[in-house]
């Protein structure tokens, strides 16, 4: 499987963006998938995953109200859209996926990852 990641860019505070990540591979509507981010000089962190299906999704208390994570299975794709963006939310962001039926919320647990976008909020 590999995954393009793209959308990323410069707004400002309170601004939105949309990340999009397209999968390759007939199988994609049997995977999971999440969006990770990683802050300069800071750990990859979990954004958010969604479960094969769409019926299940999980957020980082962090981005909750905010942020809203989607798939196309028909697409390949995955979305991430961004709304009210803070300073603090500026990072590379990646997408990942797992073949697995269930809700997968840690990097470690992931299989494939995309090359990251990067994603800067400027106050």
């Known amino acids: 499987v590999q995954l393009q990641a793209s959308g990323g860019g410069l707004v400002q505070a309170g601004g939105s963006l949309r990340l999009s990540c397209a999968a390759s591979?007939?199988?994609?509507?049997?995977?999971?998938m999440g969006w990770f981010r990683q802050a300069p000089g800071k750990e990859r962190e979990f954004v958010a995953a969604i479960r094969w299906s769409g019926g299940g999704i999980g957020y980082a208390d962090s981005v909750k109200g905010r942020f809203t994570i989607s798939r196309d299975n028909a697409k390949n794709t995955v979305y991430l859209q961004m709304n009210s963006l803070k300073p603090e939310d500026t990072a590379v962001y990646y997408c990942?996926?797992?073949?697995?039926?269930?809700?997968?919320?840690?990097?470690?647990?992931?299989?494939?990852w995309g090359q990251g976008t990067l994603v800067t909020v400027s106050s």
């Open positions: 591979g007939r199988t994609f509507s049997t995977y999971a």
């Open positions: 990942a996926s797992k073949r697995s039926l269930v809700l997968v919320t840690t990097a470690y647990d992931y299989d494939y």
